[in-house]
């Protein structure tokens, strides 16, 4: 690329100029000199265009005539620049030098981010950097959370930032290589490199335009008087922190930035599938290494985002839901405070509340280091059925007794986690069908592992007998199938109608078995529902538990929410918190089980309509990033069908049942808020959203 160099020589300084002309040639350098400002020879009636209040409050001494001087001859390169007409050019000071490598460093420069005001190339302190661009020569191009870096002996220049920094910078309050840098203060775009471009010449040492250091010490004003600069730096570092941290820092910004990407290899592959698994293990085995599996992602993630991702303008950022989720974190460890400081207890339980801390940094887990969907997807499938297959023995039916249970405390649980296997192997079983990139052989093996997965699933959870889960399936599953219609290929259409008339003809066949299983409830249910719309819910309630017609189960259920009910409408807004559970005992006695059956009602009791409403508009909203991401292609859409009838599964699921206690369910959660942060993430690297937080 051709552009002019212009450099800023005194008159006097000829060794400078004959020094400087010696690396151009060797370099193939044609160089424009500028005949700079003499601070020598500055009247001070020629002290025009400065602010000198302003200086010297900002400086905390009197500005040097020779500070004046250089100040005016940048400016007077910058306008000798605009004469010229050409795109870029290089303004330098008289104590640099060139090498073999400096036009090219540049050139890259310009090819990786062409859309600037300035970029300084040389430097005395490079602290804090954070990474914009690299350039395909190596050099990387950002700005510093640490400054002044002092210097602008070399900086390259748009004809727009020249035009730019010739009218925001036309009178002077600081010295140039500190008002250049300040891009905040101006408005202007203005990079550094982490790597000086141009080096030092020996003449360096010696300053002919701004004057010996001693100089400034001379000039400095008494402590007291320096205040007013020691308040200003201050507010110039803070503005630098803030301006530094955006994302983009400007609008007119135009970086492509590049995330640095750790290696990851076979091995670490390996080892993040396992952990995967691990911690999605609640739908095979009820224990709680999906616990340790999170916390070990979240450590994980932490680790990186130091290290790597904090210092380059390419890192995502959990913007407001993910501050709110903190906020949400912080408020929940507060109340735990208070009440362990009033009462010396804590209920282990309410530690779960404290999950959605750690929801955006699982979800920025899952965006850095699932790297393979695929492998996990066909992991989940072959583990799920074999644990399944082992997890219950069928064989008792045969004896006319009940299914046994080896991974779950009992079969309502099982057969929750039996369904979200069977919304998630159908799915898969659809998708495989449909894909036309895959040969046939491969569909055979994939769909015939998912169908098998389905089977299994599907012969769970009617032998497992459990009212809820079958309920709240026979909601979600239509959903599924409705996504698939609507959003699938042709193979997928058909796909699915076949399963649905598999389905029909599985209900038509065990539809007797269910009614007698579950009709009573279904009955007393839908007859509850439409009393509370006639007769509203007082009087509904008071009739249920009077009346004979409904099943014991059901007025047992009924008893229990009236009861929290009580407990929540003396803290309707904020809840109960920690002492929910003495405040229970006064209500129904000692000797009644503290487990609510609603899921609604256990975050009501503990945190209110807040925490009915945070953790409602929490799964709301990452429903809604998996559906962006999947619209936008950045996730494919069967992972959204998947993941919505999962969500709806589980929400129709919480009324009856508190499945949020149970470790299938807090599992649940925190992957499905973590997987839509991983979509957000998703959707802001493909600049589908814009975030204008700081982490």
């Known amino acids: 690329m051709s552009f002019p160099i212009f450099v800023i020589n005194l008159d006097r300084e000829t060794g400078r100029w004959n020094e400087l002309q010696a690396s151009a040639r060797e370099a193939g350098v044609v160089l424009t000199r500028i005949a700079a400002c003499d601070g020598r020879t500055l009247r001070p009636e020629d002290w025009t265009d400065i602010d000198l209040a302003s200086a010297r409050r900002q400086n905390g001494?009197?500005?040097?005539?020779a500070e004046c001087a250089c100040y005016r001859s940048h400016l007077r390169a910058?306008?000798?620049?605009?004469?010229?007409?050409r795109p870029y050019g290089l303004i330098v000071e008289d104590d640099v030098s060139f090498d073999a490598d400096t036009l090219p460093r540049i050139d890259a420069i310009v090819a990786a981010v062409p859309a600037f005001d300035a970029v300084k190339l040389t430097s005395h302190r490079v602290r804090l950097f954070i990474r914009a661009a690299r350039t395909a020569m190596g050099d990387e191009i950002g700005r510093t959370l640490h400054g002044p870096q002092g210097s602008a002996a070399?900086?390259?220049?748009?004809?727009?930032?020249?035009?730019?920094?010739?009218e925001t910078l036309r009178v002077m309050e600081l010295p140039w290589d500190m008002a250049l840098e300040r891009f905040w203060a101006a408005n202007t775009d203005v990079y550094c490199v982490r790597r000086n471009v141009l080096a030092f010449s020996p003449s360096r040492a010696r300053s002919s335009i701004v004057g010996p250091s001693g100089s400034y010490r001379s000039m400095r004003f008494a402590w007291q008087k320096r205040l007013g600069a020691a308040v200003f730096r201050i507010e110039d570092h803070l503005r630098r922190l803030h301006h530094v941290f955006k994302?983009?820092?400007?609008?007119?910004?135009t970086l492509n930035a590049d995330t640095p990407e750790p290696p990851q290899t076979n091995g670490w592959a390996v080892v993040t599938l396992m952990l995967l698994m691990v911690f999605v293990s609640a739908v095979w085995y009820e224990a709680e290494t999906y616990r340790l599996a999170g916390l070990i992602f979240v450590a994980a993630a932490v680790w990186r985002w130091f290290r790597f991702d904090l210092w380059t303008y390419g890192k995502p950022l959990i913007g407001w839901v993910g501050l709110l989720c903190v906020g949400w974190g912080i408020h929940v460890l507060a109340r735990l405070a208070i009440a362990y400081s009033e009462t010396g207890q804590f209920e282990t339980l309410q530690g779960s509340y404290l999950l959605p801390l750690l929801y955006p940094t699982t979800g920025f887990a899952l965006w850095a280091y699932v790297r393979r969907p695929g492998a996990a997807i066909l992991a989940f499938m072959g583990l799920s059925l074999a644990l399944l297959a082992i997890g219950t023995d069928h064989s008792a039916i045969a004896r006319g007794g009940e299914p046994r249970i080896w991974m779950f405390d009992n079969a309502m649980h099982a057969a929750v986690a039996a369904a979200v296997v069977f919304l998630s192997a159908a799915r898969f079983t659809i998708h495989i069908t449909g894909r036309y990139d895959t040969t046939l052989v491969a569909r055979f093996w994939l769909g015939g592992l998912a169908a098998a997965v389905t089977v299994l699933a599907v012969v769970n959870l009617l032998t497992l007998q459990s009212r809820s889960a079958w309920t709240a399936l026979a909601i979600a599953f239509p959903v599924l199938a409705a996504l698939v219609l609507l959003e699938g290929n042709r193979r997928e259409r058909f796909a699915i109608c076949l399963v649905l008339v598999v389905s029909v003809a599985?209900?038509?066949?065990?539809?007797?078995?269910?009614?007698t299983t579950d009709g009573d409830t279904a009955l007393s249910a839908w007859h509850f529902v439409a009393d509370i719309l006639l007769c509203g819910v007082p009087f509904t309630v008071q009739e249920a538990l009077a009346g004979e017609a409904a099943p014991e189960a059901f007025k047992?259920?009924?008893l229990l929410w009236n009861d929290a009910f009580k407990v929540w409408s003396n803290h309707l807004l904020f809840g109960a918190g920690s002492n929910w559970a003495a405040e229970w005992l006064d209500v129904v006695g000692d000797g009644i089980d503290d487990v609510l059956h609603n899921g609604y009602l256990e975050v009501a009791v503990?945190?209110?309509?807040?925490?009915?409403?945070?953790?409602?508009f929490m799964f709301l909203w990452a429903a809604a990033q998996v559906h962006d991401a999947a619209r936008a292609q950045l996730i494919d859409p069967a992972a959204w069908h998947c993941y919505v009838s999962t969500l709806i599964f589980f929400a129709i699921t919480l009324l009856g049942n508190s499945i949020n206690r149970l470790a299938v369910g807090e599992a649940f959660a925190w992957f499905a808020a973590a997987f839509g942060f991983h979509c957000f993430f998703l959707r802001q690297r493909a600049g589908r959203v814009k975030v204008t937080t700081y982490f």
Do not use: H, M, N
């Not at 910058?78 to 007409?85: I, K, M, P, S």
């Not at 070399?154 to 010739?166: D, K, Q």
């Not at 599985?506 to 009614?515: E, K, L, R, S, T």
């Open 506 to 515: 599985i209900a038509a066949f065990g539809w007797q078995f269910v009614w």
């Open 556 to 558: 047992v259920r009924l």
């Open 606 to 616: 503990r945190y209110g309509l807040v925490g009915l409403a945070f953790f409602i």
């Open 78 to 85: 910058l306008e000798r620049f605009l004469e010229d007409g």
């Open 154 to 166: 070399a900086y390259l220049v748009s004809r727009e930032g020249a035009r730019r920094l010739c």
């Open 247 to 253: 994302k983009p820092p400007l609008g007119r910004t």
């Open 61 to 65: 001494r009197e500005i040097l005539a």
